[in-house]
């Protein structure tokens, strides 16, 4: 994305607007049962009940050089750490656009998921990436149920 804006006509305004979905149903994680919701589950042992038995290694490779091209760092992507809900991300991602950090939060989330192997419904991961952006009161929102900065009971 970076790239195309950079070649754009100057005198072109842009809008980035993320719009955050749930790849897999809030539904999925509650039969999945245990602590999947707050801990997570081994992507190894998820992808493979998504995807088929060792299927999702054939996109590893094509995901690897999507990141490299992309000039990500790191562009190995880590499958050793657990994948879970990502509503919290996604509350995250809303607070982040209210003060105008959106495309940072975005980059740690995806950085801390893919290539640093962290757990997407872990609350101190969560913290830990507001902080990182810059977001005030991190801990207070991540627990918290508010899904904008507005909505915030801090």
Same mark, same amino acid.
């Given at each position: 994305m970076e790239k195309a804006l950079a070649a754009a006509p100057k005198n072109c305004d842009f809008k980035i607007k993320y @719009?955050? #979905?749930?790849?897999?149903?809030?539904? %999925?994680?509650?039969? @999945?049962? !245990?602590?999947?919701? %707050? =801990? !997570?589950? =081994? +992507?190894?042992?998820?992808?493979?009940? +998504? #995807? !088929? =038995?060792?299927?999702? =290694?054939? #996109?590893?490779?094509?995901l690897e050089q999507a990141f490299a091209a992309s000039g990500i760092e790191n562009s190995k992507v880590d499958m050793d750490g657990c994948t879970g809900p990502t509503f919290d991300c996604h509350r995250l991602m809303l607070y982040a656009e209210d003060l105008g950090k959106e495309a940072e939060m975005c980059e740690e989330l995806m950085r801390n998921y893919f290539t640093q192997g962290k757990t997407p419904c872990d609350k101190d991961v969560l913290v830990a990436a507001a902080e990182k952006v810059g977001l005030p009161n991190a801990e207070a929102f991540v627990a918290g149920g508010a899904k904008s900065a507005e909505g915030a009971e801090l």
């Open positions: @719009l955050p #979905f749930q790849l897999t149903p809030e539904s %999925t994680w509650i039969q @999945l049962g !245990g602590d999947v919701r %707050t =801990k !997570g589950i =081994k +992507k190894r042992d998820f992808y493979d009940m +998504k #995807f !088929g =038995k060792d299927q999702w =290694k054939a #996109f590893m490779p094509r």
